[in-house]
């Protein structure tokens, strides 16, 4: 729906949320062979993300639960991601530090507990997976673009083209990829790139990128004396940023946590748990039917 833009539609994705999500409920319904009145609540996202996405998750959210009699918990997307490892087979055990990875967002958050979430840094400009897709779009890739490039770049050769490791040796735990996408502007300027050009440049950009995310989640680390990174977020499936954050937690003997492929993108179990862990910890949840998204959420000030 969304290729021939070369990105979301906003308008287009609410019209197809409204389109699907009632087929969708009484599908997950049927699978989990529950029935709607042995639900305790109804958990949906509040934000951040788009304003009509999140209105359509949101209306429809509060009518189903006042009309099954059910109190609903509003869900911060984020919160979501970095409870998302917890469904694993495997899950770590508080307190971690997380690597939250995604289009929107990169962050490395300390998390003490559920509720308990500390910003130790985060991205000055573009995001991780926003620096793949735009890198993508010089490349002449189709979209979703970070899937594409990191599909290319199996095929090419790091190092042939020298791309910068942006904020690598700062000092703190702040990221940039403005910078290293401008990098690659000017490489596809230089000259007309072959497809042996592009899966190189494709290769470098992905080590630059996994580097520096590597590199400062075990900075991370090493300051909060944790041995457990928990990463998430639609970035977090990439197989090159695996390998490298493996290898470099296993260097200082810690281990690497994360979330099945199927929930590292945005996915519902995620906002689901998300809510029944608020349960669990005796938060109140809300009835009345009034609700009011925030596109713009910051996670510090989610209490």
């Given at each position: 729906?969304?290729?021939?833009?070369?990105?979301?539609?906003?308008?287009?994705?609410?019209?197809?949320?409204?389109?699907?999500?009632?087929?969708?409920?009484?599908?997950?319904?049927?699978?989990?062979?529950?029935?709607l009145d042995e639900v305790d609540a109804v958990a949906y996202t509040r934000g951040p993300g788009l304003s009509g996405a999140l209105l359509v998750g949101c209306a429809f959210a509060e009518a189903l639960a006042v009309a099954i009699d059910k109190p609903t918990i509003p869900v911060?997307?984020?919160?979501?991601?970095?409870?998302?490892?917890?469904?694993?087979?495997?899950?770590?055990?508080?307190?971690?530090?997380?690597?939250?990875?995604?289009?929107?967002?990169?962050?490395?958050?300390?998390?003490?507990?559920?509720?308990?979430?500390?910003?130790?840094?985060?991205?000055?400009?573009?995001?991780?997976?926003?620096?793949?897709?735009?890198?993508?779009?010089?490349?002449?890739?189709?979209?979703?673009?970070?899937?594409?490039?990191?599909?290319?770049?199996?095929?090419?050769?790091?190092?042939?083209?020298?791309?910068?490791?942006?904020?690598?040796?700062?000092?703190?735990?702040?990221?940039?990829?403005?910078?290293?996408?401008?990098?690659?502007?000017?490489?596809?300027?230089?000259?007309?790139?072959?497809p042996a050009d592009k899966a190189d440049l494709a290769a470098e950009f992905q080590e630059a990128v996994t580097e520096v995310l590597a590199t400062k989640a075990v900075a991370a680390c090493r300051q909060r004396r944790l041995s457990a990174l928990v990463v998430a977020g639609g970035?977090?499936?990439?197989?090159?940023?695996?390998?490298?954050?493996?290898?470099?937690?296993?260097?200082?003997?810690?281990?690497?946590?994360?979330?099945?492929?199927?929930?590292?993108?945005?996915?519902?179990?995620?906002?689901?748990?998300?809510?029944?862990?608020?349960?669990?910890?005796?938060?109140?949840?809300?009835?009345?039917?009034?609700?009011?998204?925030?596109?713009?959420?910051?996670?510090?000030?989610?209490?």
């Amino acid at each position: 729906m969304h290729a021939e833009y070369g990105g979301v539609v906003p308008e287009l994705a609410s019209r197809d949320h409204i389109r699907r999500v009632v087929p969708l409920l009484r599908e997950a319904l049927a699978q989990s062979g529950k029935r709607l009145d042995e639900v305790d609540a109804v958990a949906y996202t509040r934000g951040p993300g788009l304003s009509g996405a999140l209105l359509v998750g949101c209306a429809f959210a509060e009518a189903l639960a006042v009309a099954i009699d059910k109190p609903t918990i509003p869900v911060h997307h984020l919160e979501g991601h970095l409870l998302s490892p917890l469904l694993s087979s495997n899950p770590p055990t508080f307190p971690f530090v997380a690597l939250l990875v995604s289009g929107g967002h990169t962050q490395l958050m300390h998390v003490a507990r559920v509720g308990s979430y500390e910003l130790l840094g985060e991205s000055l400009d573009d995001a991780a997976g926003e620096a793949f897709d735009k890198t993508a779009k010089l490349l002449g890739l189709g979209y979703p673009g970070g899937p594409a490039l990191a599909s290319l770049a199996e095929s090419g050769t790091a190092g042939r083209f020298k791309l910068p490791r942006p904020m690598i040796n700062s000092g703190d735990l702040a990221f940039s990829f403005s910078g290293l996408k401008t990098a690659v502007l000017t490489a596809v300027r230089a000259r007309e790139l072959t497809p042996a050009d592009k899966a190189d440049l494709a290769a470098e950009f992905q080590e630059a990128v996994t580097e520096v995310l590597a590199t400062k989640a075990v900075a991370a680390c090493r300051q909060r004396r944790l041995s457990a990174l928990v990463v998430a977020g639609g970035v977090g499936a990439n197989r090159r940023l695996r390998e490298r954050l493996d290898d470099a937690m296993a260097k200082i003997g810690g281990r690497v946590f994360y979330p099945a492929l199927d929930l590292c993108t945005d996915n519902g179990a995620m906002i689901a748990f998300c809510g029944a862990q608020r349960l669990l910890q005796g938060e109140t949840p809300r009835r009345g039917g009034a609700f009011a998204v925030r596109p713009r959420w910051p996670l510090n000030e989610l209490r």
